[in-house]
């Protein structure tokens, strides 16, 4: 018998295990099939955060794991706690994010008998997991946390569900804590491929008008300064995705911002102009080329990406480099700087895509009320200290941030960009705020979007977890509406919220901070109430709530057929 | 286009439904499916038939092989790969020479009677899913009572 073994209930082991992997909080709400993994958290070092709904749990948990690039754990109990998680996991894995799920079971020999709270959670989360593990035996516990956090944060990073049946929370054993596990089908890294590198390298150099579009997985693997220097060491202009957004600096001389549905119309009308593309870290979602036929026509694609099954699935690449999107940046940098090759400022390509992104930040037509989503988002960049993180809800004031929002500080925005979560942002800035104490924090929200998971205040006042809610308020389903104004022949349906609630009100109801801002001067004023306040802060916006979202590539067309401001 | 997937998997529960499950969401089809445990009893092997373009089958096999309980996964050549598939008929006796016939038309087929009774016998053959299709053709004549197939396996 291996004398590092210990006897321990599985409740004892789960927090032990979590301990080693560096845990420090859990996000999450006790029931009865959690109840004793709750009675050893209590007796453990880890801090516990309250919420008020499971699906926040996951939100604040992928926050946090987004920002500090480990998992965030959240716990929730069985049945209906589980599927609360569910929207939380599958956002998570839709964006790549780490994050450990915890879920209580009912008793292994209830399982299958439809048990009170018993669902099959295994089964649910199965399309939405990285992957799921159900220890039956309290032996298991140290090696599935070892595995499952393993998996979370290695490779392309997702969530990882741990469902643990309460006798097994229960029951005691001896245990011992691995310092390795074996996984043999799991591969989550690769060698740097050099040779497509070089191939990569040829086919961008003698390309005439070459972009670089940079995806999420730029910020997950913070390849920040490998791609800011080669960058600027070919003099090639950067767009992102939106989920990209934040791994180029936005007020750099060679960026041109998001493309796709709601990208920049300069890095729109650039995109369908170029030759070549290297693509880092990207799915090519629909959302951000349009149709897949039409944006890959006469381009050739460089892709990169960590996650072999990218490749081909939406865009045909000429070259792909699979591994690491980091160590492939550095390594072809390497050679670029043995090629000392640089191709000059001034050439022709880069003036053509100056022009034209002057022109377009010169000329774009924006709404001309003194709160309009240019004017209160640039007012917020203005105020807002470079290092902030911002997170956004989902809807027209996401596509806003996108637009107006300069994204400067590597790796400072998160949204739920690819399942687009409504109720995301705010629980998710929560979470980023325990991951990075020392920063302000905003959620720059919708009021649809924000009033999904508004009960999240409690948890941010009463955990003493400070943010700022910037409420751009239509009073209305806003996006929805927008796709009725031009899609439905105004048919206006189910997307009244009228003035219902009252956010300022709401806000201090919860013991937060509320501040109604109806001017510029009063929002600069409250953004900065905001940033010097301990509790959190719901700033509400009152807005036009006929404001479209412009420019605007509708669904199932091409960037090409971009729909600009008349 | 139609192609032979073989894949070794951990020999664990729920593996089978996290494979077919992974057809069903990324909208491939599966033709056929025959699993058995390997001679180490930690794998198990799958062979599945699918159809689909040649840019879907890649993108499978890439998406099978990012599974973490898939091992390995082949795609294999039908020209070098044996590819078999166990097929059971029973096959309604009329006449009285319907025996004999039957019994000649397994013999060119190289399948095997059983369970023969007055009035049905159970044949069996192992083949390829293409011999086996001419194979239920020739009988057709007489009447297929029942049938039933393993879907292909092969090395």
């Known amino acids: 018998m291996n004398d590092k073994m210990e006897i321990m209930n599985g409740g004892k082991a789960l927090m032990k295990a979590l301990e080693k992997e560096g845990v420090k909080e859990v996000f999450g709400l006790p029931g009865g099939a959690n109840l004793p993994m709750y009675d050893e958290l209590f007796k453990s070092n880890i801090r516990h955060i309250l919420v008020r709904h499971e699906q926040s749990a996951a939100h604040m948990a992928d926050g946090f794991g987004r920002v500090s690039r480990k998992p965030g754990v959240c716990f929730a109990t069985s049945g209906p706690g589980a599927t609360n998680l569910l929207t939380g996991i599958a956002t998570a894995q839709a964006d790549s994010a780490p994050m450990v799920a915890v879920t209580g079971q009912v008793p292994v020999n209830m399982i299958g008998r439809d048990a009170f709270q018993e669902s099959d959670i295994i089964g649910m989360s199965n399309p939405s997991v990285k992957y799921a593990f159900q220890p039956r035996t309290v032996e298991e516990i140290p090696e599935v946390v070892k595995k499952g956090f393993y998996i979370a944060e290695t490779g392309r990073p997702g969530p990882v569900l741990l469902d643990i049946p309460k006798d097994v929370q229960q029951n005691e054993a001896k245990v011992t804590f691995p310092e390795e596990v074996r996984m043999p089908g799991y591969h989550p890294w690769t060698d740097v491929d050099i040779t497509n590198i070089e191939r990569a390298i040829n086919l961008l150099l003698s390309s005439e008008k070459p972009i670089i579009l940079a995806g999420g997985g730029t910020i997950i693997s913070s390849a920040f300064a490998e791609l800011q220097s080669i960058a600027e060491m070919l003099m090639i202009p950067v767009v992102t995705t939106f989920k990209g957004k934040g791994s180029f600096p936005e007020n750099h001389p060679l ?312 | 286009m139609w192609a032979i997937l073989s894949i070794r998997v951990e020999n664990k529960p729920g593996i089978l439904f996290k494979v077919t499950h992974l057809f069903r969401a990324r909208n491939f089809n599966i033709d056929s499916i025959s699993v058995g445990v390997m001679e180490n009893p930690e794998f198990s092997k799958m062979v599945i038939t699918t159809v689909g373009t040649e840019k879907q089958i890649a993108q499978i096999v890439k998406q099978l092989d990012k599974m973490i309980d898939t091992i390995e996964v082949k795609r294999l050549d039908e020209k070098e790969s044996v590819y078999k598939e166990l097929a059971l008929f029973k096959v309604k006796l009329s006449d009285a020479s319907d025996s004999a016939e039957i019994n000649k038309l397994a013999n060119t087929f190289g399948a095997k009677i059983h369970n023969e009774q007055e009035n049905s016998l159970i044949v069996e053959l192992t083949s390829t899913p293409d011999e086996i299709k001419s194979f239920e053709e020739s009988i057709k004549s007489f009447d297929i009572l029942d049938s039933a197939r393993t879907g292909v396996t092969a090395l």
């Open chain 1, 255 to 566: 960026s041109l911002g998001p493309i796709g549905m709601h990208g920049h119309a300069e890095a729109n009308k650039i995109m369908t102009e170029v030759d070549c593309v290297l693509a880092i870290g990207t799915r090519f979602s629909d959302r951000s080329v349009g149709t897949f036929e039409e944006f890959e026509r006469n381009l050739k694609i460089i892709h990169m990406d960590v996650d072999p099954a990218e490749i081909g699935k939406n865009q045909t690449a000429q070259v792909a480099v699979v591994g690491d999107v980091k160590a492939s940046l550095r390594v072809m940098l390497k050679i670029l700087a043995k090629k000392a090759l640089k191709k000059s400022d001034g050439n022709n390509w880069l003036k053509h895509v100056n022009e034209v992104k002057d022109y377009w930040r010169e000329n774009l037509k924006l709404h001309p009320g003194e709160m309009s989503a240019a004017k209160i988002l640039r007012k917020l960049r203005e105020v807002l200290p470079k290092e902030s993180i911002v997170t956004t809800e989902v809807g027209q004031h996401q596509m806003w941030a996108s637009l107006f929002f300069d994204a400067i500080h590597p790796g400072t925005f998160f949204s739920s960009t690819g399942l687009g979560t409504m109720g995301w942002g705010f629980p998710a800035a929560i979470g980023a705020k325990v991951a990075r104490p020392d920063v302000a924090v905003v959620d720059i929200a919708g009021d649809g979007s924000f009033n999904m998971t508004e009960n999240s205040l409690a948890t941010s006042v009463l955990e003493d977890i400070p943010v700022i809610v910037f409420l751009i308020n239509n009073f209305s389903l806003g996006m929805v509406a927008q796709w009725q104004r031009t899609f439905y022949d105004r048919r206006m349906i189910g997307i009244d919220l009228k003035k219902c609630p009252d956010y300022v009100k709401l806000a201090e109801s919860y013991g937060a901070q509320g501040i109604r801002a109806q001017s510029l001067d009063e929002l600069g004023k409250a953004i900065k109430v905001g940033l010097n306040s301990d509790v959190a802060t719901v700033i509400d916006i009152p807005i036009d709530p006929e404001e479209d979202v412009l420019p605007f590539v509708a669904p199932g067309t091409s960037l090409k057929d971009m729909i600009l401001p008349s």
